[in-house]
């Protein structure tokens, strides 16, 4: 077992084991497992790109065999930062099969984000395209390599020419493969937590605890073969990894069309080709396709599921997505960090408009405290306590964090705002941790607050979550001091000077010349999301706002 990972108490493996949640298969022999059951029957299809459940175990065998002649071995850790693709999945897969642990990252991450990763997981490689959509990954990894004590492979999926063509993995003889081995119970890749922390921590999700995850979660969406799956979101998301995701239509024989992005143009044409049947996404793509499809009256009957989570669904948003889209609606509520809970396809209209369903497993625990820890009653919101079979019991080499981060009988604390209605249903209200959520994106607060701080004639600055019908929240900066930045423009350019990655930028910004405080001294947020959707409201600050507004996406 590798050095920072909390394995679960032996009492409750005993548990998982003896009642069968729990198996000793792992991901190593995975694609050997779906070809020899399913054979010529297409897995995985991206742009011109087909490959069948026999064809992509091939494939993953070169990759995986390539890898392992540049010297990678079980239990190395690779940062792996690819676009949606066939790579991404054969990559992840590859490493799989030679027991090498992929740390998933945001094609978006730059210099501050893959730094963190590397250095908090040990990471030896690292995973690339050689350029893509204008961003050169490859100085990204040189310079990343020359900061660090131990990342040795820069191991660029691309051709020299630096330019945005497909993307090529290492590949070697098979033959020099070891047999397929795993510990069941060992790390199988890492998430990244949603943000709610300065920069993200660690998920150690191990094989069995993820194979239950996919396997359960393809049990409630009703998979089975004949299902085509389009993964919409960034393949790295445990959105569309495995809730059920890529992983969970491979486990049932289906099959999996990789879409570069969401967009209303490019997804609904993939789902009148290959006849997509299921697809998840976050509330801003929701709103994107129901808009796109009341304009363009797409053919999509092949489309009988959506799945939308991510972040909190308008119950009116809910309706216009079954009545446009004319598919049944699954309320999703997933963490990195394991529990899901997903409205079923037979729950009544209420629940599937209103509420985010029940979790997926019988031995998923959930509670929902109060300020001093008490359980709530039905319908009184407090915070979300979660543990299970599937849901971490401590993020990767973090124990100071873990300490106040799950309580002394395991419940991970979510940091959601969340309650239980009379018969059951899981319901988020808000969440308890300062973080903006854009368009699914999580931004922690303080992450940005820190930096803005470092800049050059600011003294002070508060980030918040504004609402927005688009995006859900927009991101919006008040900054303090003798000479701040003078345009939304120039903080941008010089937050991603810094190796901010670009999902975190502001949208909106003010210079106040004070922040509101609290009675207890602390900046009133409450008060700055007023004074950012009502401006005259800063008035009673007597603070004389000088206003700065973009309407540029960040």
């Known amino acids: 077992m590798i050095d920072g990972f909390t394995p679960w108490p032996e009492a409750d493996v005993a548990k998982y084991i003896e009642s069968g949640v729990w198996t ?7 694609t050997s497992r779906w070809a020899s059951r399913w054979g010529d029957h297409t897995a995985l299809v991206h742009r011109d790109r087909k490959l069948t459940f026999s064809s992509m175990h091939e494939e993953v065998e070169f990759v995986a065999a390539g890898l392992f002649e540049i010297g990678l071995r079980a239990e190395d850790r690779v940062v792996l930062q690819l676009p949606n693709s066939a790579e991404f999945v054969v990559a ?15 094609a978006s991450h730059r210099d501050k984000e893959i730094d963190h990763l590397v250095r908090v997981s040990g990471a030896i490689g690292y995973i690339c395209p ?10 990204l990894g040189e310079r990343i390599r020359s900061r660090s004590d131990f990342l040795r492979h820069i191991i660029l999926a691309g051709n020299d020419t630096r330019s945005d063509s497909r993307l090529d993995l290492p590949r070697g003889d098979p033959k020099v493969l070891p047999n397929p081995a795993a510990d069941a119970a060992s790390p199988a890749f890492f998430l990244l937590s949603g943000g709610t922390t300065a920069l993200p921590k660690l998920i150690a999700r191990t094989h069995r605890d993820y194979i239950y995850q996919i396997r359960t979660a393809a049990n409630v969406a009703s998979l089975s073969s004949l299902d085509v799956y389009l993964a919409a979101l960034p393949v790295e998301f445990n959105f569309a990894w495995g809730c059920p995701g890529i992983l969970g239509t491979f486990e049932r024989g289906g099959t999996v069309v990789i879409a570069d992005t969401p967009s209303p143009d490019e997804c609904f044409d993939l789902i009148e080709t290959y006849k997509v049947t299921i697809t998840s996404v976050v509330p801003t793509v929701a709103v994107l396709w129901v808009d796109a499809q009341e304009w363009e009256k797409r053919v999509m009957r092949s489309l009988s599921r959506i799945q939308v989570g991510g972040a909190r669904l308008d119950p009116k948003l809910a309706v216009r997505i079954q009545e446009v889209l004319q598919t049944q609606l699954m309320q999703v509520f997933g963490m990195a960090e394991g529990l899901l809970s997903m409205t079923r396809l037979n729950d009544n209209f209420d629940v599937i408009v209103g509420t985010q369903g029940t979790p997926i497993s019988p031995y998923d625990e959930i509670v929902v405290v109060d300020s001093d820890g008490n359980p709530t009653a039905c319908g009184v919101p407090g915070e979300l306590l979660a543990r299970g079979p599937y849901t971490l019991r401590g993020y990767f080499c973090a124990p100071e964090y873990n300490d106040h981060a799950f309580t002394s009988d395991g419940f991970l ?41 470092a800049c050059p004639g600011v003294t002070a600055a508060a980030s918040v979550a504004v609402p927005d019908e688009l995006l859900g929240e927009i991101h919006y900066i008040f900054l303090v001091g003798d000479s701040p930045p003078g345009s939304i423009r120039e903080i941008r350019s010089w937050l991603i000077a810094r190796g901010l990655a670009e999902f975190k930028i502001p949208d909106r910004m003010e210079v106040v010349k004070a922040l509101p405080l609290t009675s207890l001294g602390k900046v009133d947020k409450k008060a700055l999301v007023v004074a950012a959707l009502n401006p005259d409201s800063v008035r009673s600050w007597n603070i004389s706002p000088q206003l700065q507004k973009d309407t540029d996406n960040a």
């Open 92 to 106: 992840a897969l590859a490493m799989f099969r030679i027991g090498v642990i992929p740390v998933f990252s945001l």
């Open 413 to 453: 604390r979510t940091g959601d705002q969340a309650y239980i209605t009379s018969i059951g249903n899981l319901v988020i209200s808000g969440r308890i941790k300062d973080v903006i959520i854009r368009g699914g994106e999580k931004i922690n607060a303080a992450e940005i607050e820190e930096q803005l701080i």
């Open 130 to 139: 050689v350029r893509y959509r204008g961003y050169d990954y490859a100085e």
């Open 24 to 30: 000793n298969e792992t991901f190593a022999d995975a």
